[in-house]
Nanobody, 121 residues
Framework: QVQLVESGGGLVQPGGSLRLSCAAS????????MAWYRQAPGKQRELVAI???????NYADSVKGRFTISRDNAENTVYLQMSSLKPEDTAVYYC???????????????WGQGTLVTVSS
């Protein structure tokens, strides 16, 4: 069974930084896209950043210049470095991966359980 486990959330003051990590485990043949989404209270889940095979990245306009997504293919891990955090960045952040399983070579989209980021003084 493939799963994603996030870590690194917490409470941070406005202007501060946090680094989220998400590790994929289980029987994995290859991972294509990896992404971070977030969902604030009362709002829909939105794409924050995505990193595709070949390390092509895209960001939501609201985080451009402040957040950086990266991946370690050897460790099946994706990171989100968040800087200059604002109160409006407060949300549950979810990791997402499009992958091919290792034994059955089946395409799968997997979500993590989410990690809470709170930006407040």
């Amino acid at each position: 069974q493939v799963q994603l486990v996030e870590s690194g959330g917490g409470l941070v003051q406005p202007g501060g930084s946090l680094r989220l990590s998400c590790a994929a485990s289980g029987s994995i043949f290859t991972i294509h896209d990896m992404a971070w989404y977030r969902q604030a209270p009362g709002k829909q889940r939105e794409l924050v950043a995505i990193i595709r095979s070949g390390d092509v990245t895209n960001y939501a306009d609201s985080v451009k210049g402040r957040f950086t997504i990266s991946r370690d293919n050897a460790e099946n891990t994706v990171y989100l470095q968040m800087s200059s955090l604002k109160p409006e960045d407060t949300a549950v952040y979810y990791c997402n991966a499009d992958l091919v399983t290792g034994e059955t070579y089946k395409y799968l989209e997997v979500w993590g359980q989410g990690t809470l980021v709170t930006v407040s003084s």
